[in-house]
């Protein structure tokens, strides 16, 4: 079993502090892993106040197998709560229960449902780890502490960042005035006992991917439906656009990362005359690679989810207007026939409230939906270019280190 882990530094990974990580590989689908975040290195921001009412955290997670437990904190002024500081343990099933509650509920349609997280993925360096602990004979003491060291590091990269994205799920949703009253919310936070949140099986996952071809399909018949406001017109042309060229921004971003990756195996391979200062370059093009993807691809792949979510919000309000516009026909029917005209112009009404009530929340939520877009932007190309000119600089010191020594000899 794997030693336990914590985070102390906010910019540095601690090794796991096992005698050897061989017998750490070996084991390693029983590993247990534990991590303290530190807030500061967050890929996306969530602006919250201080004077919140609801305040959460993920201080530290646990990894079991292909499970990671998540302690969720909460600080709290709300009477709704039993308590105002606790604490609970949380599996990635429970935030796509939570998650899919949400989508669920009738009264959240106007809404920018935050996206769920993606599913904790720790196949590439546990299987990178196990076959670093199969090589470890043929290997010297140097290169093999040198690898060891590298593929922890990947390790708790990842780690790192499932547990960041897992928390910025819930930041969303706490400081939202809707989300933040939720009941689902509510247990999910204060709950004490496992929620017993199961998986689903293949009949359910057939049925979500059935749901999802109905909706495409949903999709291309209300999109003849004439939008009667501006507004949406334009922010659903704008959504269109802009997913697409994030998800190619978020293509080229991964190009660049590897190109950074692979110029760690080329700075590998050297002479003994230069080597430290290869040795020394190869680990800044790591740090490179890791705030870049860190910094922007994180931040691109993060929004590519949720301007989905703002587009699922844009079908939601035309399917509204698609059913107000049905009962409107379905009422002229009525009258012409002289046959339950009053159950018809309650259905009407009804379907033009709930139109009315999407069209007013999916304003707000949109017009947020921007502010909080360029707030993040911001932050992190500004964070990332810092990191750059800083990165630059070393490298620029690190190669006129590499020519002095090269002309001395």
Avoid at 92 to 100: Q, T
Avoid at 244 to 264: C, N, V
């Amino acid at each position: 079993m794997c030693g336990c882990v914590r985070g102390e530094p906010a910019s540095e990974l601690i090794s796991i502090a096992s005698p050897s990580l061989r017998s750490c590989c070996a084991k390693l689908g029983q590993a247990r892993c534990l991590l303290s975040i530190s807030q500061s290195t967050c890929c996306v921001s969530v602006d919250l106040n201080n004077d919140t009412p609801l305040l959460i955290d993920i201080p530290d997670a646990l990894c079991e197998r292909d499970k990671v437990k998540f302690t969720i904190h909460t600080k709290t002024t709300l009477n709704s709560f039993q308590k105002p500081d606790f604490s609970v343990s949380r599996q990635h099933e429970d935030f796509i229960w939570l998650h899919d509650t949400l989508v669920e509920t009738e009264d959240y349609a106007g809404l920018i449902i935050p996206p769920v997280p993606p599913k904790p993925d720790f196949e590439s360096p546990r299987e990178k780890m196990h076959k670093l602990g199969e090589g470890e004979a043929t290997m010297t003491k140097e290169e093999y502490t040198k690898m060891k060291q590298e593929l922890e590091a990947e390790y708790l990269a990842v780690f790192k960042k499932t547990v960041q994205v897992h928390e910025i799920f819930l930041q969303r949703l706490s400081s939202h005035p809707a989300f933040s009253k939720d009941r689902n919310f509510q247990i999910f936070l204060e709950y004490d006992q496992d929620l017993s949140v199961r998986r689903k099986n293949a009949k359910e996952m057939f049925g979500g991917f059935f749901k999802n071809m109905v909706k495409s399909a949903d999709e291309v018949l209300i999109s003849g439906v004439k939008e009667v406001d501006e507004f949406f017109e334009q922010e659903k042309t704008f959504l269109l656009d802009y997913f697409g060229k994030i998800k190619d921004a978020t293509a080229k971003a991964e190009k660049m990362t590897r190109s950074h990756k692979s110029m760690l195996l080329a700075c590998t391979v050297t002479t003994p005359k230069i080597a430290e200062l290869l040795e020394k370059l190869r680990k800044l093009e790591a740090r490179v690679a890791s705030d870049q993807e860190l910094k922007l691809t994180e931040l691109f792949r993060y929004y590519m989810r949720d301007i989905q979510a703002a587009k699922d919000l844009l079908y939601r309000r035309a399917r509204a207007l698609a059913d107000y516009e049905n009962s409107n026909k379905a009422l002229d029917k009525a009258r012409l026939k002289s046959k339950d005209v009053g159950q018809a112009e309650e259905h009407q009404q009804q379907c033009l409230q709930k139109f009315d009530k999407l069209s007013e929340s999916g304003k707000k939520e949109l017009t947020s939906f921007k502010a909080r877009r360029v707030v993040a932007f911001r932050k992190n190309l500004i964070e990332m270019a810092e990191l750059e000119i800083k990165h630059a600089k070393s490298n620029m010191s690190l190669l006129h280190a590499c020519i002095e020594q090269l002309q001395s000899n």
